[in-house]
Every structure is written in C-alpha cells, then in structure tokens.
C-alpha cells in the first residue's frame, strides 16, 4: 500500500483541506480544558495550554498560505468541519479518543497522544485499512478505505505530494500572492508565518507544523529553539519544567504547580440534547456555537484576501471566556453533579466564502 495518494492539484487540495480541519480539531479539546480550570489557579498548566492553542492557530495558517499558494480556497465555515467529539486520531497501530474534557490528567494524556511524535516502522506502514468501525480524522481523503498510521505521516504524504506535483507542474505555486498571511499579520512566540510562494516555502511551512509537536520526532526543542508541544504537556504529567541539555524522560527545572481539584467538573463531551430543551443553559450552548461559528467565519475571512481580520480571530478565541463560563460554572440538571460545557455542534454553512 505504498502507491502514492497524491496525483494531482486537486488531491492536493483535498489533503490541504483535510489538514486544516486536523489542525482546528485540537482547538476545542485544549480550549475546554483552559477554560474549565479556576481563575487565578494553575497558572502554569494554564499557561502551556493556552500557548499551544494559540500555536494551533499558527498551524492553521500554515496550511491556508500552502492551500491558497496551490490554487485553493480555505472554507473553515464549509459542513463537517468541525468533528463531532469525541473524534478519534491515529496512534501507530492503534487509534485513540479525543474528547472535549476539563483539565485533568485523562485530559493531559490526551493531549500527548495528539502531540506524540509516531512514525511507521517502514514505508510499507504508512498507509493502513481502516478498520469498519473506525471513523478517523486522519484517512486519505482521495484514497477509500485508508488511513494514516500517524499525523507526521499524513504530513509525510503532503510534502511527498508537493514535491513529485512541483517536479511536474512549473505552475503548481500560482495561486494568489495577495491572500498569504505573512508574520505582519500574525504573531505567535512558538514560529513566525511562513509565507508560500514555491516548493522551499511550503515544506519549510509544513515541516514546522511537524517539528512543533505534531509529526516528526525532533527531540525535546523544535528546529526554533521552542520546546514541542509534546514535551509542553508531558511536563504537566512530571510535574516539572524542562530545560536545557534534559533527556525526554527526566526534565530538571522548576517545579510546576498544578492542583488537579481546582477544575470546573465538566461533563465529557456534552451534547446539545443534553440540556433540558428551553433551559437557560440549553440557550447558553446555542449561543456559544453561534459564537465559535462567528469566530470560524472570521479565520476563513482572513485565509481568503481579508488576512488583517487574523488578529480579529485571536482576539475572539478568548474572547469566549464569557461564553464558556455561562456553561462551565452551571451544573447540570440529572449529571451527578458534573457541570455544562461547550458542545461545539457548529453548523457548517459555506456563507463566509459567498
């Protein structure tokens, strides 16, 4: 199962597509788990997970300027992009769940798994069967039936596909240079925006995504000097910080401070049929998906020539604070307890790119 997946510009962009949505679906699992924690609490777990949303959203952007270089539209808005949790990743041989929870450490061991650096033991592994009861978002889009043994693989198969469709196509990179996002738009502390213009750029630009946690194994620091977003969480289950010259299973810094009880109980991947129909927390989760679909619009509006509206996202991914603490701090009716939270149910539209 080694022949490749990848034959032309528009299987290209069906993968391109298919990594946005990878990239966004990590977005939900770490905001849930941010905000679900107390005010004023676990400011270094807080803080790790915080980031590496933040870092996501560079990702996002990564692929858009790859997408929007090939010809490509990015449509974040477009129906089943964002997953119904839990969503399921692959994990080698295996696959794993991924549900939207409050942080704790069934939460944190989540995030390594979305983090963990796999690659296939030889080339025959790239490409697996998937399994019928299966339903991953990691299988090739062009390709029925198959599965990526890993998110670095499925990076793997991209930057294979750009370069044979590069080698065969010199206007492979024509897309519209006025929709790139370059780092005067946009600033994260993990990696600065890589602008796409050719074949150097575009693997320069999805080689980062890999060495910053999901993908490539590069060790504990990425080629930017920046700790992976791997090591980020496994520092959340040490219970200590990494730094400098530390073997992945002995960090030496600084202790962190983490209190697994200040946490909002939320309920595991809530649904909109959870809450009682008419309820003011029935309201309050319409609401938020109304929000976090404003806040979809917003980046596919950025991705696709308006590229000043990128701060505009940031600035409303945690502008949702409000929204989620109308759910996170109510308990909800006949759930032992448990409190409401975000179901994310975000109807997909199309309508930003009308």
Known sequence: MT???????????????????????????????????????????AHIIRV??????LHLTLVANVMNAVGGSPDLTRPGFVPSYPAYLPDGED??????RPFSPEA?????KIERPRKAPDPQARLMAVRPEESLLVQSPTATGIRFYSIGEFYEEIMEGLQRLAAEDPKLF????????????????GGMIIPVHDLAS????????SEQGEGLDTGVYDAEGELAHYY????????RYYQRGDKADAPTGPELDIDWDEVWRVKVSPKLADYPPGSELAAAAAAFNTDYGEFLTLLTRAFNGESDRLQDAVWWMFRLRD??????????PGSDGLHAGPTFEVAGTGGALS
């Not at 696959?95 to 939207?100: A, E, G, K, N, S």
């Not at 575009?202 to 995504?209: E, K, N, P, S, V």
């Open 108 to 112: 944190v061991e989540t995030f390594c």
């Open 95 to 100: 696959d794993f769940t991924v549900d939207l």
């Open 323 to 332: 929204s989620f603490n109308r759910l996170i701090r109510n308990p909800l």
């Open 52 to 57: 590496t949303a933040v870092e996501e959203m």
């Open 232 to 239: 980020r969480f496994r520092q959340l289950q040490f219970g």
């Open 3 to 45: 022949d490749p997946t990848i034959n032309s510009r528009d299987d290209l962009i069906r993968y391109l597509d298919a990594a946005l949505a990878l990239e966004h679906a990590t977005i939900p699992v770490y905001l849930t788990a941010y905000y679900s924690i107390h005010s004023t609490t676990n400011s270094d777990a």
């Open 174 to 189: 024509s897309g519209d240079e006025s929709r790139q996002v370059g780092p005067e738009q946009f600033y994260s502390g």
């Open 202 to 209: 575009a693997c320069r630009a999805l080689q980062l995504i």
